[in-house]
């Protein structure tokens, strides 16, 4: 859930998010082996993340809203978890998310 609401915190760039996240978990599966209809998933999720770039440079003006938060926290989610043999794995594929993870925090703390 975690992911999700980092997502909908973020709003502005889940355009980006979506592409660079699913498009590296969508190369690391194919370099993993991993079946080509969950690749083809997290290729078509990435550019359907892209089409909300064009609205959203140099200021975001179109948003995905709560449900779209909750749709691409759950799809890393689920990548992350269905591919991960091991801790080690599970780790590595989390850190996709890592510099927004620290972007978060980094304005949690400032608010607080």
């Keep these: 859930m975690a992911t999700a609401n ?4 973020m709003d502005g760039i889940k355009g980006i998010m979506g592409i660079v ?6 190369e690391v599966g194919w370099a993993r ?6 690749i083809l998933v997290a290729l ?19 948003f995905m809203g709560d449900v779209g ?3 691409l926290g759950l ?3 689920v990548f992350a978890v269905c591919w991960s043999q091991n801790p080690a794995d599970f780790l590595m594929l989390a850190a996709f998310l890592f ?3 620290a972007d978060e925090l980094v304005t949690l703390w400032t608010r607080i």
């Design 21 to 26: 996240v699913l498009g590296m978990l969508a």
């Design 75 to 77: 799809m890393f989610a």
């Design 99 to 101: 510099p927004f993870y």
């Design 69 to 71: 938060s909750v749709l």
């Design 44 to 62: 078509a999720i990435a550019a359907a993340c892209g089409g909300f770039l064009p609205w959203n440079f140099p200021r975001a003006r179109v």
């Design 33 to 38: 082996g991993e079946r080509p209809e969950w």
């Design 6 to 9: 980092i997502y909908n915190f």
